[in-house]
């Protein structure tokens, strides 16, 4: 039985609910990983809204909802080079910014070369789906580089590793997770 809706911080939906309480809303690593946190922030702090997977993309999501962009947030997969070696780590920014790739992702990560991952191998490598990846429940060592605004943000709206639903949680809850680091100047 599913938990009565709780009120969302912001949007226009027809119910939220802590995440933990309604893991068919989410890609099966995210629900796995909010099953094992361990962070200071309660995993009941990230909720999950049921939406249209046809207004997933950001700018349709916040139309349709309500959403201020200055809320939502998008986590893209970037793959870094150095030599043979490859690299994947997640970069987390508002959707307002975009994410400094070519500077500061690529001398963070200490590679030649950083590019965004081919959308097939972000869906692969993640298990999550196109237009939802979520910085919860990545794989095992991937880095996970987020903004400082980001981070700071009393609520951010993000990807539930679904293009149908979305996760609101506290910023500060995203650099509690496996491998975070809140990086200065990540996007722009």
């Known amino acids: 039985m599913i938990n009565s809706s709780v009120t969302s911080p912001f949007g226009r ?3 939220s609910w802590p995440a933990v309480d309604r893991p068919d809303l989410l890609a099966g690593p995210v629900a796995a990983a909010l099953e094992r946190y361990s962070g200071t922030e ?9 939406t249209d997977p046809e207004v997933a993309d950001t700018a349709a999501f916040s139309a ?4 201020p962009l200055e809320v939502s947030a998008n986590c893209v997969v970037i793959a870094a080079k150095r030599g043979q070696d490859v690299t994947y ?9 975009r994410v400094d790739v070519n500077k500061s992702v690529r001398k963070h990560l200490g590679a030649r070369k950083a590019s965004f ?7 692969a490598r993640t ?9 919860v429940g990545l794989p095992d060592g991937w880095p996970l580089l987020i903004d400082e605004a980001v981070a700071s943000s009393p609520y951010v709206l993000i ?7 979305k996760l609101i949680l506290p910023g500060s809850f995203l650099s509690q997770l496996p491998n975070a680091e809140v990086v200065a100047g990540l996007a722009g």
């Not at 309660?42 to 049921?50: A, Q």
């Not at 349709?64 to 959403?67: E, L, N």
Request: glycine fraction near 14%; aromatic fraction near 6%.
């Open 127 to 135: 298990g999550m789906e196109y237009g939802g990846i979520c910085p």
């Open 89 to 97: 780590a997640a970069c987390v920014a508002l959707a307002t910014t």
């Open 13 to 15: 939906f027809e119910g």
């Open 42 to 50: 309660p995993v009941e702090s990230v909720l999950v809204v049921d």
């Open 64 to 67: 349709a909802y309500d959403v």
């Open 159 to 165: 990807g539930s590793g679904r293009r149908r639903g």
């Open 117 to 123: 991952a081919p959308m097939e191998t972000a869906v």
